[in-house]
């Protein structure tokens, strides 16, 4: 499986982003796919996952209310909507694909990754 994201950027306080992950090769095997980030000096943590066949979905409680994960199966993608978008949000953010059933809320198993998509949230 590989994963490419996309749709990072610069935007100000309160505005709005989307990010897109779209999957290939063998996608079969996901159970999951997640949208991770990593701000500077901080350890990269889990912050929205949805399942690929159930659409169970997963927020950490710092974006819960304004960030929304989905997928379009037919296209092989994910999507991270970005909104009440603040200063503390900006970070490199990385798309992964969890293939271990019922693992869905856990971030060690998530073993591809794609490349980071930067945003950037300015006050």
């Known amino acids: 499986v590989q994963l490419q994201a996309s749709g990072g950027g610069l935007v100000q306080a309160g505005g709005s982003l989307r990010l897109s992950c779209v999957a290939s090769?063998?996608?079969?095997?996901?159970?999951?796919m997640g949208w991770f980030r990593q701000a500077p000096e901080k350890e990269r943590a889990l912050i929205a996952a949805?399942?690929?066949?159930?659409?169970?979905?997963y927020y950490a409680d710092s974006v819960k209310g304004r960030f929304t994960i989905s997928r379009d199966n037919a296209k092989n993608t994910i999507y991270l909507q970005m909104n009440s978008l603040k200063p503390e949000d900006t970070a490199v953010y990385y798309c992964?694909?969890?293939?271990?059933?019922?693992?869905?809320?856990?971030?060690?198993?998530?073993?591809?990754w794609g490349q980071g998509t930067l945003v950037t949230v300015s006050s």
């Open positions: 992964a694909a969890n293939s271990v059933p019922n693992r869905l809320f856990d971030s060690r198993f998530y073993a591809t």
């Open positions: 090769g063998r996608t079969f095997r996901i159970d999951a």
């Open positions: 949805i399942s690929w066949t159930a659409a169970t979905t």
